[in-house]
């Protein structure tokens, strides 16, 4: 079946959701990608997409052919074009060659379509009928002025062959898979590296979904039957810029920052200093926009965006969960929730879990990813107050535990498994509460073994864990590197993190006793399990599995072996 549609640029982040939309709609859809398509593919199965309508073939709009024989496509009616370098530091060649030649391209092509229906060009909000002609390349930056150029370059083409054209102007698209434009503030936002807020107090960002963007492109075809429309799509309710950081501080359980850098002082401070790309500083402005139209024909339509506030703390947690682009986010439901007045970062449905998590020192939940997936049943994992990506403690950890399975549904007995520090609010929960918990499982105990040697350090072992790498770190802990030490090292260099990690693992030690006691009171079925390296130094009277050749992390060293003995 030949396409009736063909998506350039398919495989950046507004083509592949495009392309989604267009295929659950039931189109043919045709994926104009550069190299291979696997990661289209890959992604789109992820989604769980039906491929079954859908072509993936190579194309290069610098190119004046696009790369693509001649006669091929010919029955394609809807040409949307998604392609675009969406990158500051630029030269003008590299710009253009994409922006403006390159549009200019699939103009062409598309003219050639007998049965052609509409182009569809993605422009930009701030660049959109600013004009034609020949911007000013030095102030406005490679980037910038070569979107304006190209729009206007589209648009006169369009009148001239008498191509049906519509003109989509979408702000910051924000979505899984966005780690672009806003997503460095929300990142310095994150990481304590953002004291003052870019621009003055008015200073509008607007954003828009990236799956209500696509439908909206999807639509454009059949709806709009002007010439040369264009809509400014983007959120009219998004907070400005001041009010958007404060939001997302909130959520993620960090502190906003209260002053705000004027753009123009901005302009003057060494890039250096402010760690910010000159080109993006025209995007700093108060600028309102007439999204009328777009409004009106996506009524017509039958979209409705989602809240805004909604849809960034949704993709505040998609930016957290693949810590800003580096590493694959876990199966959903991820992000973070209030618990005991802590934003707390969850893993897992809170309903019925078969396992609940609870991490140690130094690391977050993500190191137990590789147990959870070698578990039956769902399971919940939460890194603890204060630590982790978690928010600071604002309630005691016991009182954190029992709200966080106060989630569960009535009957459900879980079997709550803690590492290491972990295991002093796990006693206290199951001798609390016996009738919420199948089982207690005690992985590496730090209350039943040698005191850590950290314990004899002074107040320059938060210093010391605060600096350090990833390498570093795995050979203090005498574990592997990979991603959950990554993940560890990144948590330690947040303001504060490492600091509470010694806090923590100093009042764990100050109740070692009275926690020995406790665990002989606890009225549920009771294991321990330890590496063969790091014994128990404390006899008990429960089960207790040693794992040949491990230390004190086994879900780190051997999670086959730690999964058997939790199953």
Known sequence: MEPDSIVFGA???????????LLRRGSTVAAAVRGGGDALTAW??????PLDKLSVVRADITHPDLGLPPDALKEVRDVYNCAGRYAFGLSVEEARATNVTGA????DWAATRPGLRRLVHVSGYRVSGAGGGSPDYRRLGAYEASKVEGDAAVRAGARERGVPLSVANPSTVIGPGQFVGLASVVADLWRGRLPAVPGGRDVFVPVVDAAYLAAFLAGLPEQDGGRGEAYWLLDDRTPVLPELIKLLAAHTGVRAPRRTIPVGLLRRLPRALTRADPETLSFLSTDRYDTGPAEALAGRMGLRPPPVETALRTWADDL???RFGTTTAPPRPYGYQRVAGTATWITGDRARPAHVLLHGLPLDSD????????????????DLPGLGRSGPAHAPVTDWVAELLSGTETGARPVLVAHSLACVPAVRYAAAHPERVARLVLVAPAFLQAPSPWLSRTRAAALLLRRMSAPHLAATLGVPEGPAVAAAAADLSRPGQARRVVAALRAAHAVRHELRELLTRVNVPVEIVVGSADPLTVPVDRPVTTIAG???Y???THPDELAAALR
């Not at 789109?44 to 997409?49: D, I």
């Not at 190191?367 to 939460?382: C, N």
């Open 11 to 21: 495989s950046g982040f507004i083509g592949r959701f495009l392309v989604a939309e």
């Open 44 to 49: 789109l199965s992820g989604q769980e997409v």
């Open 104 to 107: 200019l391209h699939v103009l």
């Open 320 to 322: 957290v969960a693949t």
């Open 367 to 382: 190191s137990w990813r590789e147990v959870a997936d070698r578990l039956d049943g769902p399971v919940l994992t939460a």
């Open 550 to 552: 491990a230390g004190h």
């Open 554 to 556: 086994p879900q780190l």
